[in-house]
């Protein structure tokens, strides 16, 4: 199983950018599908964004689109979500996940590794 690992996360001005990344071990990342998703307190856990195996398709939320970019580097086991333009609703906790699934979906119940988390703060 593949074990990951978010770092990035901060507070950060209403209109400012951040960079999320997502460090994997224990399996290549190659061969799944990887994910971010977000919680906010009291809310349930909101698709942000998926990048297919080889980099070639992604896909966002309509909260984020045009916002922010998914974007994986397999050859260093990462994956990153450049957020800009943020907002005060983009508070949450941050999470990266892995999917084996051969399609790549935007429900969470696809995939089966999570990291721990990194919150993001955004004030108004």
């Not at 997502?22 to 599908?33: D, E, F, K, L």
């Not at 979500?81 to 906790?93: F, G, H, I």
């Not at 590794?113 to 108004?124: E, K």
Request: hydrophobic share 35%.
């Amino acid at each position: 199983q593949v074990q990951l690992v978010e770092s990035g996360g901060g507070l950060v001005q209403a209109g400012g950018s951040l960079s999320l990344s997502c460090a994997a071990s224990g399996r290549a990342i190659s061969t799944y599908v990887m994910g971010w998703f977000r919680q906010a307190p009291g809310k349930e856990r909101e698709f942000v964004a998926f990048i297919s195996r080889s980099g070639g398709r992604s896909a966002y939320g309509d909260s984020v689109t045009g916002r922010f970019t998914i974007s994986r580097d397999n050859a260093k086991n990462t994956v990153s979500l450049q957020m800009r333009s943020l907002k005060p609703e983009d508070t949450a906790l941050y999470y990266c996940a892995a999917s084996d699934i051969l399609i790549p979906s935007r429900s969470p119940n696809s995939y089966y590794s999570w990291g721990q988390g990194t919150q993001v703060t955004v004030s108004s």
